[in-house]
């Protein structure tokens, strides 16, 4: 989720002025190890941490099979207890964005969450943000800066994003349901202008993901292996 922003967030300059964050408390951590993901999580949590991994593991072998993808290195993943320690986070230099529920750092390779009270909703930020993950792998082999930034813009982000949202939850019915009431009200936003989604003002950014995300589950319904050639060409550009 807004992929743009933690793709260079290993850049990002300090808060502005006004703009500090508020770190309220100090936090203690444990980890445990799966054969893919370090999950790094607040100490009392080890059952919400057993079940991240579990999610993530599940989600690791169908994301990469179904786009034929391997990540070399284990995945870490930071899991925050809640929304409020989540926005106290120092691994962004920067205040975290309203709405922002979490992210994927594509130098660092890392996944970072808070723990949502819906354990679907859990489920689906951590198979999305691993999705990012995975789409890294494919488009950016090797992790040097000058790499990332010079590729990165050229990736739109109904592709990220809409790939994020499709793998996450292939047949979402809240998703379909959304798009379906747009197209019916002629409300759908038209695909060229969503290579950003940075012109896009509230609800329509969250419309923007949807839409993407059906847009790839269409590609998928003419073809299974659409969505793993889209990475392919975008890999290969």
Same mark, same amino acid.
């Given at each position: 989720?807004?992929?743009?922003?933690?793709?260079?967030?290993?850049?990002?300059?300090?808060?502005?002025?006004?703009?500090?964050?508020?770190?309220?408390?100090?936090?203690?951590?444990?980890?445990?190890?799966?054969?893919?993901?370090?999950?790094?999580?607040?100490?009392?949590?080890?059952?919400?941490?057993? /079940?991240?991994?579990?999610?993530? *593991?599940?989600?690791?072998?169908?994301?990469?099979?179904?786009?034929?993808? /391997?990540?070399? *290195?284990?995945?870490?993943?930071?899991?925050?207890?809640?929304?409020?320690?989540?926005?106290?986070?120092?691994?962004? =230099?920067?205040?975290?964005? &309203?709405?922002? *529920?979490?992210?994927?750092?594509?130098?660092?390779?890392?996944?970072?969450?808070?723990?949502?009270?819906?354990?679907?909703?859990?489920?689906?930020?951590?198979?999305?943000?691993?999705?990012?993950?995975?789409?890294?792998? =494919?488009?950016?082999?090797?992790?040097?800066?000058?790499?990332?930034?010079?590729?990165?813009?050229?990736?739109?982000?109904?592709?990220?994003?809409?790939?994020?949202?499709? &793998?996450?939850?292939?047949?979402?019915?809240?998703?379909?349901?959304?798009?379906?009431?747009?197209?019916?009200?002629?409300?759908?936003?038209?695909?060229?202008?969503?290579?950003?989604?940075?012109?896009?003002?509230?609800?329509?950014?969250?419309? =923007?993901?949807?839409?993407?995300? *059906?847009?790839?589950?269409?590609?998928?319904?003419?073809?299974?292996?659409?969505?793993?050639?889209?990475? &392919?060409?975008? =890999?290969?550009?």
């Amino acid at each position: 989720i807004f992929g743009g922003l933690a793709a260079l967030c290993f850049l990002a300059a300090p808060p502005g002025f006004g703009e500090n964050k508020l770190r309220t408390e100090k936090f203690l951590w444990d980890r445990i190890s799966t054969d893919h993901f370090v999950v790094i999580h607040p100490r009392g949590y080890l059952s919400k941490a057993r /079940e991240a991994a579990f999610v993530l *593991e599940d989600g690791y072998r169908r994301i990469t099979g179904e786009l034929g993808i /391997e990540v070399r *290195e284990k995945i870490p993943v930071v899991i925050y207890a809640d929304h409020n320690r989540f926005e106290q986070t120092n691994i962004l =230099a920067t205040v975290v964005p &309203e709405g922002l *529920e979490g992210f994927a750092e594509t130098y660092r390779n890392r996944i970072v969450v808070y723990i949502k009270p819906s354990r679907r909703e859990f489920s689906y930020l951590l198979q999305h943000e691993l999705t990012h993950i995975i789409e890294y792998a =494919a488009l950016f082999p090797r992790r040097i800066p000058s790499f990332y930034l010079l590729r990165f813009p050229f990736y739109p982000d109904w592709f990220y994003e809409g790939l994020a949202e499709f &793998e996450a939850d292939r047949n979402s019915s809240f998703r379909n349901m959304i798009v379906r009431d747009r197209a019916l009200d002629d409300r759908l936003i038209p695909m060229y202008t969503l290579f950003g989604f940075d012109h896009l003002d509230g609800r329509d950014v969250t419309y =923007a993901y949807k839409q993407s995300g *059906e847009f790839i589950r269409f590609l998928s319904m003419l073809n299974s292996d659409n969505p793993r050639r889209l990475v &392919e060409t975008f =890999a290969n550009q």
